[in-house]
């Protein structure tokens, strides 16, 4: 409620501005406006102050008004007001270059000009490394940078600059004569940003020793930065020291064991929360708890969560926040009018909704749905971004694939890393292997998943030796092969029989690059020496395997088995495989159909009879017309 003044006339001009300036009241700002102009009052202080009241009220276009009205250059308080509303209202760009146009000037600026000026400046971050040690040279020029909110701002706009900034956020604070709690909160941040927790922990301790108590902001910091890292337990146990916690506590750590992929504990903590009845989820934690419930099959609970939050919070809010991880968990249950509803409560105007849309569509395996949503996004202008064009492109057929492509070389001018990388996978799928391999030449900038999606694409087209030697080259070029690589690399070489090539692969990886192989590579292994024969040495290798072989491992062998007729060894696999899987008719199908080969009947029909007592069924056949 705005406070009343008295009439302007009972008033002295010093006790009026006072007055108005004690409300802050926009509509009384423009009468004391009119007053003085009305009576020929207004002054240049007065114009200052003036500015500054609009300023406070937000009222951008009356407070440029007044400053280009005033002689220059104008004080350095009017440049502060100015300065500080840009700020405010998020004009970074013109914050920065009014900024210029002070320095221009002959007014020096002082301790309240840099702070506006550096939250604005760490607002962009593709021009954080010149603007932000420009501006502590200028604060260490003017006499400035040793004021507490100086150096405050200076922390946290190093804090912003990434990893190599961290050790000049360091030197600014460590050179602060004075320190109020936002010196060590901002510095934590600065460590907790760039996942350094330890220095993080030290701090809080000689904060506490240097007499300054941590507050809920600083262990929140601190929870974030655990959880950043990926230490969510520790994260927890300093959650639960806490005796307050509020909303930022407990969405922070339940966020960070989701992220961790630990979303059965996630859910728990959401529960231990919910029964304590300290706080209230709003829709950033309700959005990560969904997500959750989508990862653990836990669908009722999604469901419950839902309607929690509709009953809760706002539903614009709501279904902004929480809109796409809905309609993810309701299409993991297949329940496309559900998914549909939510699509229609969220905001028709944001990209996000309608990538949860189309990702939805290709879960479900409704392409055309898919596509229909994609060419809607076209026509009503959305701007198509990477995210849309990567989950599209594992759905498109070489035409739709092949004009997606030069959408991107037209929009994007050069495709991203993720958007090659799918464009790869695409033209390897439709058998396209030539133009995948243009696609990843013209790459500017590779990373290990590329390497890997264009050896899996040779290796998908029977192409062994051009994957062997896109492994070569990887590690020629500085990249570091990976299990995938490696998977990949094998299964080029099964499909095209180089056997030696394989083996000598899976060795150098194992030996010279510890790498600890996978049940999937062990299978590959054992794979490539039954087809040639080696059943003995297959064997050797089962037994180097550090858990309970699966039956891939075993089923490799088998089915190599029946290309040799080779009934020792096929039936050492199969007792193997009825322990596992005793209900997968196919090896038994094998099995009879080894001794069959071999001429040994009576061991086939006993075969067929352990299948036909468990009931087993050979799968049918089937052709589609």
Known sequence: MVRPIPPIRQLSLPLLIAAVSATLSHRQTIQLHQHLLSHGLLSHFHTTKLLHLYASSHDLRSSRHLFSSLPFPPSIFAWTSLLTLLSRLQLHNDCLSTYSLLRSSPVPPDKFIFPPVLRSATSLSQSLPLIIPSLHADSIKFGAYMAVPVANALVSAYARCGDRAVSAARKVFDLMSDRDLLSWNSMILAYTSVRLIEPAVDLVGSMRFNGCKPDLVTWNTLIDGYCQAGRCREALSVLDQLPDRNIVSWTTVISGFARCADHVLALQLFRRMMLENQVRPDSDLLSSVISSCRNTSAFCNGQEAHAYGVKTVDHEVFYY?????????????????????????????????????ISAYVQL??????????????????YIDETTIVTVLPVCDLTLGKQIHGYVMTHYGRSSGMVSNALISMYSRTGCIEDARIVFSNMQIKDTISWNTMISAYASQGLGPEALELVR????????????????????????????EGL???????????V??????????????????RFQEALKVINKIPVMPSASVWGAILASCCLHNNVEFARIAFEQLVLIEPSNPGNYITMS???????????????REMMEKKDLVKPSGRSEV
Not at 323 to 333: E, F, K, R, S, W
Not at 365 to 382: D, T
Not at 479 to 489: H, I
Not at 504 to 514: A, I, R
Request: hydrophobic share 45%.
């Open 321 to 357: 926040s929480a809109g796409p991880a809905l309609v993810t968990i309701y299409a993991a249950c297949r329940k496309i009018s559900a998914v549909e509803s939510v699509f229609r409560l969220m905001d028709p105007t944001d990209a996000v909704a309608w990538n949860a849309m």
């Open 365 to 382: 395996g409704l392409h055309q749905s898919v596509f229909h949503y994609f060419r809607e996004m076209q026509f009503k202008g959305f």
């Open 473 to 500: 080259l990887m590690s020629l070029t500085g990249y570091k092969p990976d299990g995938l690589t490696l998977t990949s690399a094998l299964m080029a070489c099964t499909h095209c029989g180089l056997f030696n």
């Open 504 to 514: 000598q692969l899976f060795e150098q990886f194992v030996n010279d690059k510890h």
């Open 516 to 533: 600890i192989p996978t049940m999937e590579q062990y299978a590959c292994v054992v794979d490539l020496l039954s087809r040639s024969g």
């Open 593 to 607: 159909n080894i001794y069959t080969s071999k001429g040994r009947l009576e061991e086939a029909r006993l075969v």
